[in-house]
């Protein structure tokens, strides 16, 4: 009998939240194949076995928490039949993205359920686990008795659509909102706005964006050019690319940008390593590989740890413009928005461009606010002549 224990899943990391067990005790399992998920304040990973053998107790319940090294559940060795070994998954569609999560279609497999019977609340209509949990504590509701209830508060009888439904917040939800009142609790947050002219950015795209794309096998998007001039930036105004600690400021002299992306159960930072150091291809690849892992779930704790800024866009969303916050110990987060047609000033003429307002989120103890409209400014400059990016002036 051998213990399955809780692995390092990051240097800030020290205790993990058990999520859904993948295996149930008495079942067998194949070397490799996933166990049990972990839930950190990052992401939620998938456990995998160590060697095939027999699930033989579980120590840790689903929603209880374990500390990295401790035992969660005990396995026994053995050898598994081939057809036990092989994945349980469905098999993949054609289609690019998959219809359900993973731990969802688990689940649907062992109640005898079908993707088709369960609404998806996921990215793009994808089933989580949650969905299917919700549609199998619908089905075991029993009918509504005959007489009626009497009427109640929340679904008069003569109005019986007005009912709540209470839905528990996910373990990763509820790290995500710790987060958040965190980040208002503990900085002296404030904002500051601009807008920059898109225009210069979307000829550059419309011109080379096809020649980019067969050269490289991904698309010219906005972002790479945010993340340039924000390096940029950021060698001119340190002060944003710095951090509390203790009763010091450390000013990194690296260049880390963390890039909010939507994930199954939320907005996930995976951090552009060096971002001062690669291309406009290597940000763009980077950046849809998180994408795809971040709603496959398969990003690794280690790339959500360690950014020095950070850039969000909730234009994707059709956001006009928001307050971002901070993520600590981060003081400087950079709010991209919907590009929307307006008429501006030009040379003493009214013309129509395509503006997008900018916003920046920054801890004031160490901040000011010189600092952090010139840094804006700055991005501002750099987007609208994007020329000034390739030299750097």
């Not at 990763?172 to 965190?182: G, N, P, Y």
């Amino acid at each position: 009998m051998q213990e399955l224990k809780v692995p390092s899943v990051g240097e800030s990391i020290v205790e993990v939240e058990i999520g859904a067990w993948l295996k149930k005790e008495g079942e067998a399992f194949g070397a490799d194949e996933p166990l049990v998920e972990l839930i950190t304040d990052k992401a939620t990973l998938e456990l995998p076995a160590p060697f095939a053998g027999t699930l033989k107790k579980i120590l840790k319940a689903q929603g209880e928490t374990a500390r990295v090294g401790e035992a969660i559940a005990l396995l026994e060795e053995g050898k598994v039949e081939a057809q036990v070994q092989a994945p349980t998954r469905a098999p993949k569609e054609a289609s690019p993205e998959p219809l359900a999560m993973p731990a969802a279609e688990r689940l649907m497999r062992e109640a005898g359920v079908s993707p088709e019977e369960v609404v998806g609340t996921g990215l793009g209509g994808r089933i989580l686990k949650e969905d299917v949990e919700r549609h199998l504590e619908a089905r075991k509701a029993p009918p509504m008795p005959e007489p009626a209830p009497p009427p109640s508060p929340q679904a008069p009888a003569d109005k019986p659509w007005r009912v709540d439904e209470v839905v528990p917040m996910t373990p990763l939800r509820r790290r995500i909102a710790e987060r958040l009142l965190q980040a208002r609790q503990t900085t002296a947050m404030l904002t500051t706005f601009n807008e920059a002219d898109m225009s210069a950015v979307i000829a550059l795209r419309r011109e080379l964006g096809e020649v980019f794309q067969k050269k490289h096998g991904v698309k010219l998007g906005f972002m790479s050019f945010f993340v340039k001039a924000v390096v940029q930036a950021l060698k001119e105004i340190p002060e944003l690319n710095a951090e509390i600690r203790d009763n010091a400021i450390v000013y990194h002299r690296y260049y880390d940008i963390g890039i909010a992306v939507g994930g199954g159960e939320g907005l996930v930072v995976p951090v552009l390593r060096d971002a001062d150091r690669l291309s406009f291809a290597e940000i763009e690849k980077q950046i849809a590989d998180f994408a795809e892992r971040a709603r496959a779930r398969k990003l690794k704790p280690e790339e959500l740890m360690g950014g020095t800024f950070t850039i969000t866009n909730g234009g994707i969303y059709g956001s006009l413009n928001s307050t971002p916050l901070l993520n600590p110990p981060q003081v400087g987060i950079l709010g991209m928005h919907a590009i929307q047609e307006r008429p501006v000033a030009r040379e003493g003429q009214v013309v129509i461009r395509p503006m997008m307002y900018l916003a920046l989120s920054y801890d004031h103890r160490i901040v000011d606010g010189r600092e952090a409209v010139t840094f804006l400014r700055r991005v501002k400059e750099l987007i609208e002549n994007p020329a000034r990016l390739l030299l750097e002036v």
